[in-house]
Nanobody, 115 residues
Framework: QVQLVESGGGLVQPGGSLRLSCAAS????????MGWYRQAPGKQRELCAT???????NYADSVKDRFIISKDSAKNMVYLQMNSLKPEDTAVYYC?????????WGKGTLVTVSS
């Protein structure tokens, strides 16, 4: 069980950068999988990136080489550094954790990429 709260969303111009933060209500040291997902208007929710308990990372092709997922377990925080942003990145971004086979989600933070 965990509560997740995202922050850091906002309006950014194409080519710009933004860092999203996910604050967990409990220790994340023992959480095997955490990640960031996004849902654009009219689209399905999709995976952006995941990070394991051992800090192994995986990225969707659409964000690979532009986004970086990281975590600071001592602070119960997960981050998504978003670089070279494109209008297609506009979406609500959600933090995710899997605990004992259960999915937990934050309420999301809106990222709008527009000039």
């Amino acid at each position: 069980q965990v509560q997740l709260v995202e922050s850091g969303g906002g309006l950014v111009q194409p080519g710009g950068s933004l860092r999203l933060s996910c604050a967990a209500s409990r220790s994340i040291f023992s959480i095997r999988n955490m990640g960031w997902y996004r849902q654009a208007p009219g689209k399905q929710r999709e995976l952006c990136a995941t990070i394991t308990i051992g800090s192994n990372t995986n990225y969707a092709d659409s964000v690979k080489d532009r986004f970086i997922i990281s975590k600071d377990s001592a602070k119960n925080m997960v981050y998504l550094q978003m670089n070279s942003l494109k209008p297609e990145d506009t979406a609500v971004y959600y933090c995710n954790a899997v605990i004992n086979g259960m999915q937990y989600w934050g309420k999301g933070t809106l990222v709008t990429v527009s000039s």
